[in-house]
């Protein structure tokens, strides 16, 4: 049972345009929500996050929208460069445990 | 400051071998855990140490794998015999906190295991 989907494997998107990564979620228990990111051959690294008392959060080029009646979240990256070209992990956090989804893949070409 | 060590980074063995990966979480970091990367998959959570105590191992098979962590510092994860249905990614993580998912994981670069 998938409790955090990433249903896009993949994205591609041109260099300077809006990048979106859709996440859904199915346990409304899930009360914290983070965005990770991967390079090859390296570990996830933190990107951004948000509080289910929060609908938006922004940080630089990246923005995360909550929206906990449809259990989804999306992060947005604008502009989109191509050194954001990585496999982003979205994950909820219960008190004790962070749950990942699959990972979408953006590529950012020129 | 240094961030999360894992070694070795790749490790290929045979089946029914036994395989050690080991851990050291960024400095003062009192919660550690440990994830299984499949390909394709996001981390999964094998266990979580809070200091020197195992507060979450429900998905540890313990049958084959064991983790210690020896005075609330490095870590190491062990699999004995290894099975070729292991071959992944094993993916370190520490964080400041004890909350559990809610306080940043910090992760190392994992160690990639092929079993063959």
């Known amino acids: 049972d998938q409790q955090v989907k990433q249903n896009s494997p993949s994205l591609s998107v041109q260099e300077g345009r809006i990048s979106i990564l859709n996440c859904d979620y199915t346990n409304s228990m899930f009360d914290y929500f983070l965005w990770y990111k991967k390079y090859p051959a390296e570990g996830p690294t933190f990107l951004i996050s948000?509080?289910?008392?929060?609908d938006k959060n922004e940080d630089g080029r990246f923005t995360v929208f909550l929206n906990k009646s449809a259990k989804h979240l999306s992060l947005h990256i604008v502009p989109s460069q191509p050194g954001d070209s990585a496999v982003y992990f979205c994950?909820?956090?219960?008190?004790?445990?962070?749950?990942f989804g699959t990972g979408t893949r953006l590529q950012v070409f020129p | 400051e240094a961030g999360v060590v894992q070694s070795p980074r790749y490790k290929i063995i045979e089946k029914k071998q036994p395989v050690a990966f080991w851990c050291n979480p960024i400095s003062g970091h009192n919660t550690l855990y440990w994830y299984l990367q499949n390909l394709g998959q996001g981390p999964e959570l094998l266990i979580r140490?809070?200091?020197?105590?195992?507060?979450?191992d429900s998905q540890l098979p313990k049958d084959r794998f064991s983790a210690e962590r020896l005075k609330g510092v490095d870590s190491t994860l062990k699999i004995q015999p290894a099975e070729l249905g292991d071959s992944a990614v094993y993916l370190c993580a520490s964080s400041p906190g004890l909350a559990g998912g809610r306080s940043e994981q910090f992760f190392g670069p994992g160690t990639r295991l092929t079993v063959l």
């Open positions: 994950a909820a956090s219960g008190p004790d445990k962070l749950i």
């Open positions: 948000i509080s289910s008392i929060k």
């Open positions: 140490y809070e200091n020197e105590e195992a507060v979450d």
